[in-house]
């Protein structure tokens, strides 16, 4: 079911054979997480890429009051990874914390780099996949600095409910930069 879910994402992002697709899809490996695991901690360097076929991922980093500060969540059927770290392989400044138990799959990122060696559609996979992140980035950071609180609530409602719906408040309110106490008054009113 879950590489069933990975083929699907892969197959409405690239036109690719089916036998190109098998080959991307053996290279990952299925992984089951509890809740709160932590898949990278503050200094490791990101080795994977994550399917989620069924749960919640967080990656958040640790600003410098001490306070965290969620960057993306990634629900069923989206892949996560501390890009940066990923690209670079230096030591991550961000955690990816699971956040609802999970059934994930997973790909090394030599794995991933052999896949973009061998598969002209795994590269352009890869490229709609940081296209789409670079987007969604820019559009996140913008919105801190053009919206006041009750429009970036509103925005996220719109967006992706799922994460006010399933998520606690405490996540919801750093991944929207706002105070807890802010998004209880936000939540209060809608």
């Known amino acids: 079911m879950i590489y069933e879910q990975l083929g699907n994402f892969i197959k409405k992002r690239v036109q690719i054979s089916d036998a190109d697709l098998n080959t991307i899809l053996s290279y990952f490996k299925p992984l089951k997480q509890s ?3 932590l898949l990278l901690a503050h200094g490791q360097t990101s080795q994977n890429t994550y399917f989620v076929g069924k749960g919640c991922l967080r990656i958040y980093f640790i600003n410098e009051d001490g306070k965290d500060v969620t960057r993306y969540i990634a629900f069923e059927n989206q892949l996560a990874t501390a890009l940066v770290s990923f690209i670079t392989k230096l030591p ?3 955690y990816i914390q699971v956040i609802e138990k999970s059934e994930l799959l ?19 996979f890869y490229c709609s996949y940081l296209e789409k992140a670079y987007v969604n980035n820019t559009n996140r950071l913008m919105s801190f600095t053009t919206m006041d609180a009750l429009e970036r609530y509103n925005q996220l409602l719109k967006i992706n409910p799922a994460i006010v719906k399933r998520l606690p ?22």
């Open 106 to 124: 997973y790909i090394s990122h030599d794995d991933f780099n052999h896949l973009m060696s061998i598969i002209p559609q795994w590269r352009e």
């Open 169 to 190: 408040n405490k996540v919801v309110a750093s991944y929207i930069n706002i105070s807890q106490e802010t998004l209880s008054r936000l939540k209060s009113k809608n």
């Open 92 to 94: 991550s400044a961000e």
């Open 35 to 37: 809740k709160n695991d």
